[in-house]
């Protein structure tokens, strides 16, 4: 007879946030596997619960989940939780729920607390549907193609960024994304939650203009309005000003003639070209 794995979410900030299920499995498991044993240890003594602890993080997971496999098929009860929020969830723990899932060991979801729907709950942008991207890829061509389905979709779209990435991402979210209506989250449910709406552009120029940027962000943009032409892709409008100038052109002449083909101000087309 084999244990069972629990995926128990934990709060995302405030502790009042768990839930008294989540409470009772976490004080029932034989063994908790988490990604810091730091972070995880100050929740449970919180709620003065003992239990053994090992990590599971990224760079130990393809063999902590055979590890733990083992233990479930001994009978063991094991909570998966993640440092904050829902396991899996842009979190690690995919591989020991396929393998336990394979196995025939019961997994079983206790839910919670999740900072993605947390931000689409309080960000008063559509949500009959939407898109998780996670975190976005830091650089080259992966980060190029989710800012091109980003641009594209027709849903409203849930991405997680870093505190020292997020200039950058609005950035790179006001080409994609044009002038959809964004709402930045951070710090949810403590003591300094923040919720940042407008463009990506203002809501960039509000951080930049304020102190040192701390707190992990849940950004949440909206749909595009309908009947709105999507934002220009920046390598194509790249291209094909490189491909006038290559055939003769000005620089200025040819920024000013993809201008007006994508019906875009000559200077997003100028902001383009600048960050070659």
């Known amino acids: 007879?084999?244990?069972?794995?629990?995926?128990?979410?934990?709060?995302?900030?405030?502790?009042?946030?768990?839930?008294?299920?989540?409470?009772?499995?976490?004080?029932?498991?034989?063994?908790?596997?988490?990604?810091?044993?730091?972070?995880?240890?100050?929740?449970?003594?919180?709620?003065?619960?003992?239990?053994?602890?090992?990590?599971?993080?990224?760079?130990?997971?393809?063999?902590?989940?055979?590890?733990?496999?083992?233990?479930?098929?001994?009978?063991?009860?094991?909570?998966?939780?993640?440092?904050?929020?829902?396991?899996l969830v842009s979190d690690p723990g995919y591989l020991i729920v396929k393998q336990a899932s394979e196995a025939g060991i019961p997994v079983v979801p206790v839910p919670g607390a999740s900072a993605a729907l947390s931000a689409l709950a309080a960000s008063g942008l559509p949500s009959d549907s939407f898109h998780f991207v996670g975190f976005l890829p830091v650089k080259g061509t992966r980060r190029r193609r989710i800012l091109e389905l980003i641009r594209t979709l027709e849903t409203t779209v849930i991405l997680y960024e870093a505190p020292h990435r997020i200039l950058r991402t609005l950035d790179d979210l006001r080409q994609a994304a044009g002038n959809r209506p964004i709402v930045a989250a951070r710090e949810m449910t403590k003591l300094h939650e923040e919720f940042l709406r407008g463009t990506a552009e203002s809501v960039k120029q509000e951080l930049a203009g304020g102190s040192t940027i701390k707190g992990e962000f849940t950004i949440v943009i909206g749909k595009p309005e309908r009947g709105a032409a999507p934002a220009a892709d920046p390598d194509v409008v790249r291209t094909e000003v490189e491909q006038r100038v290559a055939d003769g052109e000005s620089r200025m002449d040819a920024i000013k003639a993809v201008a007006q083909a994508h019906n875009l101000p000559k200077r997003e087309v100028y902001s383009i070209m600048e960050q070659e």
């Open 1 to 87: 007879m084999s244990g069972t794995l629990y995926l128990v979410a934990t709060p995302i900030g405030n502790l009042e946030d768990i839930t008294y299920r989540a409470v009772r499995v976490l004080g029932e498991v034989d063994l908790i596997a988490c990604e810091d044993t730091r972070r995880t240890r100050k929740v449970l003594e919180h709620f003065d619960i003992l239990k053994p602890l090992v990590s599971y993080h990224e760079h130990n997971e393809a063999e902590r989940a055979v590890e733990l496999v083992e233990k479930l098929n001994q009978n063991n009860d094991i909570a998966l939780v993640s440092d904050a929020g829902t396991p």
